[in-house]
């Protein structure tokens, strides 16, 4: 559901205690002022028991809240999903830039600040609304794969090559499975994380459906039929720009201590009539460890896995992939041979 299709439900009614003296100029007075507070955050997730909090049966995404009884800031539980379709993009409320006062229904307006949460509000004016900015309190994490071909034919796949992938796992060392998100930052537009204990480290599949089926290894001993691996990037998740894309979202992080342990296992397939079958098809399972990715919230990111392939031949000088924009995993890198 998109934003403009939200609704606000029940429908309920700002307290009409505003003032002890009158300020409104109307004659009318209270004992107190009531005041409230507004926190928001998307999707939304019916809890299972409003008074706890808990959410029954979930085990990624959205795992539990803050019960409705507590008089502690609001809290959202997030465990990191293992699968890209699983990924749930968290998001958190706050006041919109360029919005600074709040008017009261009383004449005189407040300060509010930009990217904070709208605190202790009084009945505001018919004109005054409770507008949010919807933040990402997560970091996008997306995949694309290239083939590094040498120069046998101007740096591009033989014509008899065909490369497909089976699948990729990555381990995130110090990237924390499940953390807690309080409601309450306290630092304009940056999303409050609070650890837990035994958060643990983020592990992350592709494979099967959540292959691009362009490149996407059949699994099966037999001539693959898909385009597979070029010279051009291509996304490893998504197989067109149709369909509801997918990404993974991680828990932002500025620990240095961390490390992202990339595996790709992928199959080289090439036609050959010489051969009883017609073709060869040789696995091949490639890992490597990049460190210093120090992800963002509200950021989307992308590691390229760039494969390095290099024919037989009598000489040639083969230079490394690189790229100014993504975060680069030479796998395996390429070295010039004599």
Do not use: C
Not at 102 to 118: C, L, Q
Not at 179 to 204: C, F, H, K, R, S
């Amino acid at each position: 559901m998109a934003p403009k299709d939200w609704t606000y439900s029940p429908l309920r009614y700002w307290p009409n205690e505003t003032s002890t003296t009158n300020a409104d100029g109307k004659g009318a007075t209270s004992e107190g002022v009531d005041r409230l507070t507004f926190f928001a955050y998307a999707p939304y997730v019916t809890p299972t028991d409003n008074k706890t909090g808990a959410i029954t049966g979930a085990t990624e995404g959205i795992t539990a809240l803050t019960g409705n009884e507590a008089t502690t800031d609001p809290k959202v539980t997030y465990v990191v999903a293992a699968t890209p379709e699983k990924s749930v993009d968290l998001l958190w409320g706050v006041v919109p830039d360029g919005t600074t006062t709040w008017s009261n229904v009383t004449g005189t307006d407040v300060t509010v600040a930009p990217g904070m949460p709208y605190l202790n509000l009084i009945k505001p004016n018919t004109k005054q609304k409770v507008a949010f900015n919807f933040k990402h309190a997560l970091a996008k994490l997306g995949l694309k794969v290239v083939g590094a071909f040498d120069a046998v034919s101007g740096g591009t796949k033989d014509a008899n090559t065909k490369i497909t992938v089976a699948s990729v796992t990555i381990e995130g060392k110090g990237f924390k499975k499940t953390a807690v998100l309080n409601l309450n930052n306290t630092t304009a537009d940056v999303p409050q994380w609070e650890a837990v204990d035994g958060a643990g480290n983020i592990e992350l599949s592709v494979k099967d459906g959540n292959l691009n089926s362009k490149i996407k290894d059949s699994g099966k001993d037999e001539a693959q039929t898909v385009d597979g691996v070029t010279d051009h990037p291509q996304d490893l998740l998504n197989s067109d720009d149709k369909s509801a894309q997918k990404a993974f979202m991680i828990i932002p992080s500025s620990e240095t201590d961390k490390s992202l342990k990339v595996t790709i296992d992928y199959y080289v397939n090439t036609t050959d009539a010489s051969l009883s079958k017609g073709y060869s098809r040789v696995e091949n399972k490639i890992t490597k460890t990049i460190t210093g990715f120090a992800p963002e919230a509200g950021k989307n990111y992308t590691l390229l896995l760039s494969l390095g392939m290099t024919s037989v031949k009598v000489s040639a000088t083969v230079a490394d992939w690189t790229d100014a924009t993504s975060t680069q995993v030479d796998l395996p890198i390429n070295v010039a041979g004599d």
